[in-house]
């Protein structure tokens, strides 16, 4: 079992990225798919999450209206559209195939995101 992020980078503020979550070993859409972020000295927290069945998608306040989740069922794969970017954005990027960090059991190694101002 393996989740595999990409998509990261260097952008600036008000600039868009997509990240990328492929799995391998189980089928992703069968399971809940969250997206988390760590940045430098904090936590790890929740950015949103997108259900399994009904596919109905959550997202942390301080991303909505600017964060996309999405998924792929043939590929595997489970995307996070950024727009907007803001420097608080920054950090790196996780997918669990969980909706909350408790109760992941699967992770990805993270992408890092970086947003200049």
């Known amino acids: 079992v393996q989740l595999v992020e990409s998509g990261g980078g260097l952008v600036q503020a008000g600039g868009s990225l997509r990240l990328s979550c492929i799995a391998s070993?189980?089928?992703?859409?069968?399971?809940?798919r969250g997206w988390f972020r760590q940045a430098p000295g904090k936590e790890r927290e929740a950015v949103g999450c997108i259900n399994s069945g009904d596919g109905s998608t959550y997202y942390t306040d301080s991303v909505k209206g600017r964060f996309t989740i999405s998924s792929d069922r043939a590929k595997n794969t489970v995307y996070l559209q950024m727009n907007s970017l803001k420097p608080e954005d920054t950090g790196v990027y996780y997918c669990?195939?969980?909706?909350?960090?408790?109760?992941?059991?699967?992770w990805g190694q993270g992408t890092q995101v970086t947003v200049s101002s």
């Open positions: 669990a195939d969980a909706c909350t960090a408790i109760a992941g059991d699967y």
């Open positions: 070993g189980f089928t992703f859409n069968d399971y809940a």
